[in-house]
Structure formats: C-alpha cells, structure tokens
C-alpha cells in the first residue's frame, strides 16, 4: 500500500479538502461527520445546492453584463448618428419646409436608431 495515502478517519467528514501540505495537497477535512459521513458543508447536496447558487450568480453577472454592453453599443450608434441628424435638421429649418425626399431621409435615419 503506498504510504503517503491515509487511510480514512471515520470520525472525520469523508471530504477531501486541500491542504497548504506539498505532501498531502488534499487531507481529510476536520470537521465531525453530520450526514452520510459528511458534515453538512461537505455533503454532496450541500456541495450541488452551493453550485447550483454560484452558477446562477454567474449567469446573473453575465447578463447584467451583456446588457450593459448593449447599452454601450446602442448608445454609440445614437451618437454615430447626431451629426446627420443635425445636418437634416438643419436643412429642414433653413428650407422652412420639410420636402418628401427631406422627410424620408428623417424616417430613415429614425428607423436606425436603437429603441
Ligand atoms: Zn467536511
């Protein structure tokens, strides 16, 4: 039998957890077996519900993140657009009349803008 393997102490939690030991990178954690012979961080369930939680903390982040980029990247196209918009207007005012092709050059460039 190799040596550097321990045997498990059935008074401990049956989880490995890691240790600062180069030798032993993984001991058997300390605390007093609760459950199937996990304390109740280490049971299996406990471990899956952690994940479970973590996992949709991370999703939460990445669509808050997702969204906050579109944000950016509409906020960018609206911006993109001032000058043209500007320049119409512009026209508009000066000619004091809104000509059809005038008109459908303004719907066109609303129609671009993000909602
Ligand atoms: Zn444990």
């Known amino acids: 039998m190799n040596q550097l393997v321990k ?3 059935p008074s401990k939690c049956k989880y490995k957890v890691r240790s600062t030991d180069v030798w032993h990178p993984r001991r058997q954690c300390n605390k007093a077996p609760k459950l ?3 304390c109740l961080q280490h049971h ?3 471990l899956a519900k952690r ?3 973590a996992d949709a903390r991370w999703k ?3 669509d808050e993140m997702d969204a906050a980029a579109k944000r950016a990247r509409d906020d960018r196209t609206r911006l993109s657009l001032v ?3 500007a320049a119409l207007l512009t026209r508009a005012s000066l000619g004091k009349v809104v000509t ?3 008109s459908q050059q303004i719907d066109t460039l609303l129609a671009k803008l993000p909602m």
Do not use: H, I, S
């Open 60 to 62: 939460a982040k990445c």
């Open 51 to 53: 994940k479970r939680e």
């Open 100 to 102: 059809p092709e005038l």
């Open 36 to 38: 199937d012979g996990y």
């Open 7 to 9: 045997a498990v102490d």
């Open 44 to 46: 299996p369930d406990a």
């Open 83 to 85: 000058p043209e918009m």
